[in-house]
Every structure is written in structure tokens, then in C-alpha cells.
């Protein structure tokens, strides 16, 4: 399973430094109403599939979701048409195959990029930076989504690194978005969405200068962004945290801070879905004795530093774990010796999906499909959700 954390999961493995972050007010953006919204009146309750875990695409039970996230397809970093290979196409056609025997009403969306690091933020950040490359990516993204029966298309640039990347990608969201109209109109065809995965705040300032994502371009443009609510804290910190806490009393490292910050800026809360991870971080404690959030820690715990939720689970019973609750934070952790994990379970994920409803946001998704365990988290969510 290590593999899908290769992907989408950045690994920050340098400290955050978000104290440019500041609380100003700032006039709101003013968008057209959301057609993602029309068209998806219980709202958005997505999962991503990880193509390269092995997981089988006609496993997933679309009951509790309604759209799947294939994930994921590359550009070349030479001509920035999506580079789609013989491995591609082979997972390509098994989730186009299993769609088959899937509740006809869940969308499927063809998402490009990951958080793969290395070479793929400069590959974005030069498609982007030209007109010409920029259309011939979008042109073909669009002729992989119609050639697969795809109903939309996401970007997952993790992430653009400095302000002139972040313009580009204005530029790319509208170019892209009038291509997608365009499209439709001469095939007579449904619109392709257009969705983004984001960093969870509408700021970065870590690995490079401080820079703030076009927001008036997404609020126009974009059907919706889904903010990566996950991975504030990680073994690469020499304490333990919460890596998906809804709150945090000290810093801004919170989903509550990162969904704020995107509707400070302007983006309608309808365009926004939020990120909940299916997936545990884990440290070793250097002393088993101080188990609390942020007790000193020397590296990886189980799994080499992150457990699927169905194995956390295991872990908890195969080690008689002690739980925690921690309802400041909103999230779990339990400890067993010197390994301790950071998780979301049950509780967390409905106080989650509360917030997102309280915030009005337009839903959330999850990373990722395959990490589960008989579909707890899923449906509880859905249910959450919709009721
Ligand atoms: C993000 O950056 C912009 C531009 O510097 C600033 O106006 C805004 O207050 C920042 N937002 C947050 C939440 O820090
Ligand atoms: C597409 O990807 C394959 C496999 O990584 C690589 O060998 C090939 O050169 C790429 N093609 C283009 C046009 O980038
Ligand atoms: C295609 O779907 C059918 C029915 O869902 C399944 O039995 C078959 O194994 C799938 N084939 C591939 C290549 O995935
Ligand atoms: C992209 O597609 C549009 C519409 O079909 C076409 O006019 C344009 O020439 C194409 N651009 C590239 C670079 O392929
Ligand atoms: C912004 O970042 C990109 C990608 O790292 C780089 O190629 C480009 O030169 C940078 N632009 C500026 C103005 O710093
Ligand atoms: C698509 O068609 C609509 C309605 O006919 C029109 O208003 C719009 O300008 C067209 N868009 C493009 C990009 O062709
Ligand atoms: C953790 O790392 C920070 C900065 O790298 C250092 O200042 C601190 O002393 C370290 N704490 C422990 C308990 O090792
Ligand atoms: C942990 O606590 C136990 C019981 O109080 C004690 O025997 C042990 O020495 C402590 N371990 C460490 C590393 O402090
Ligand atoms: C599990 O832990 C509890 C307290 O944390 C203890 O009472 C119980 O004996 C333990 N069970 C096993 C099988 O170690």
C-alpha cells in the first residue's frame, strides 16, 4: 500500500511556516451562482481512486458517494499534452469498465497531477506559463475525458510556487473553462466539470515566498476546489500532532483556519469541498511515558510514518492501544508503547461533515478509496451528510 503515498499526500518534509498568515478582511469576490451546484443539489461526497494501489475500481461501493476521482494521469513534460501510457490505458478501461455496474448517478472525474513531487510542480508551472501549451493541455484533456466517458476533469498542481504561477493558473482555469463551454456547445453535450485540488489554505508560504491562489479566477471558473484538509503534522516533526485537526487552539495548521481562509478571500462556500484523509500519521515516542499532542517524538511509527484507517484499527487491537478523543481538536490518537497514530475515526469524521454543513460548504472527498474498512467511514460520512 506504501506506494499511494507516493502520490497526492505531499510529505512536507521541511517546517511549515505559516506566520505570514493574517486574519485581515478583505472584500468578498462576487461569483455567478454554481452550476455544480444546480447539478448536484445533495452535494458533493467524493473519492479519489488511487489507479497504482492495486485496490479494483468494482470494488467501490458508489452508494456512498457521488463522484469518483480516477487518479491520476500525467502531462508530458515535453510537449504538456496529457502523456497517457499502456499502464494508463489498462487502468483506464477497468475503471471505465466498472462504472458499468456502479450507481448510474455517481460522476466520474479524470484528475491530473498528484503530489508525486520531483519534476511535476515545474512541468505545471511551464504548461502553464505559455498560451499555446497551455491549450494544448487543455485540449487534451478534454479528448482523454470524452475517449474514457469521463464527467469532468481536476488539476492537482501541488503546488504552484510563487505568485506568477499562481496568475498562469488563473489564466489556465479560464482558458480551460471557456474550452470545456466551447466543447459542449459543439457537440451538444453535458459540460465537462472542471474541479481543483488545493492546498488547504487560500495562502502558501512554505518552500518559497508567500503567495495567495487566484481567487476570482476559481470563484468564475472553477465548479469547485477541494482543499486538502489533511497532513498538517507528520514523523518529518520532532512531536506528535494531530495531522487533520478541525481546530487547533495554537497555530493555524486546522481545517477550521484553511476552509476560513478560503471564504475570507471570496470563494462561495458552495465551491468549496473538503478534504478528509482515510489515512493515519504515526511517530515513536522517545519517551512512552508522554503520550499527549505534541509529546517529543523521534521519527516514524507503524507503517513508516502512515497507516490506512483499516490499519490503524488493526493496530489498535493487535496492541490493545489506548484511544483518545481529543475534542478540542476534533481528531484521534491512540498510543501503544512508543508508537503513536494520528487518525480520524467515527466521532471525528461526523463532527467533520457537521462542519461542512454548518459552513455551507459544497461537500467533501476523500483520500483515498481502498483505505476503509467495510466502508465505516464512507457511510458514516454519507449518512452525516445527507441527513
Ligand atoms: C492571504 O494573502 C493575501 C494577500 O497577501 C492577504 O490579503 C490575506 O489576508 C491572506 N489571507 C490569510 C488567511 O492569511
Ligand atoms: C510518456 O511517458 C513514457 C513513460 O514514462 C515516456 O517513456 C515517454 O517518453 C513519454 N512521452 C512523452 C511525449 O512525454
Ligand atoms: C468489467 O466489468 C465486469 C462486470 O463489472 C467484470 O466482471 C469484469 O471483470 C471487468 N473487466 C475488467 C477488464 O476489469
Ligand atoms: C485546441 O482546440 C481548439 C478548439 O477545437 C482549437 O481551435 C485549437 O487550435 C486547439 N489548440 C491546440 C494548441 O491544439
Ligand atoms: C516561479 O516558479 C517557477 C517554478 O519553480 C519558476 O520556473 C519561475 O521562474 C518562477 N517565477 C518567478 C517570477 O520567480
Ligand atoms: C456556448 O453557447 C452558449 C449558449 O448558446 C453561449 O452563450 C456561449 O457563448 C457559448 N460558449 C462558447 C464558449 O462558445
Ligand atoms: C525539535 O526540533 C527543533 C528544531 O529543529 C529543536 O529546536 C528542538 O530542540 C527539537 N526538540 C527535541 C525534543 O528534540
Ligand atoms: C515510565 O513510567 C514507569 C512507571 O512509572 C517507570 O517505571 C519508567 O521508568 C518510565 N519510563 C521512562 C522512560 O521514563
Ligand atoms: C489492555 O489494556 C487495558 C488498560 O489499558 C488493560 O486493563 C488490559 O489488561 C489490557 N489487555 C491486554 C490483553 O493486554
Redesign the pocket.
Known sequence: MSITFLFFLTIFNF?FDHGAFALASKPRVSAPSSIGRLLHPQGIRAAYWPSFTGYPASSIDTSYFSHIYYAFVLPSPTTYALNVTSDDVEKLLEFANATGSWNPHAKTVLSIGGGGGGALPGIFSQMASQACSRATFINSTIKIAREYNFDGVDLDWEFPSNESDMSNLGLLFKEWREALEYEANITKRVRLILTSAVYYASNISFNGGPRSYPIQAISQYVDWISPMCFDYHGSW???TGLHSALYDPYTKLSTDFGIGSWIQAGVPPKKIVMGLPLYGRTWSL?NPNITTVGA?ATGTGPGSGLLVYSQVIDFNRDNNATIVFDDTRISYYSYAGDSWVSYDDIGSIKSKVHYARTRSLGGYFFWALGQDLDWAISSTASQAWLT
Open positions: 517546517s516533526e520532532n512531536f522517545a517529543p
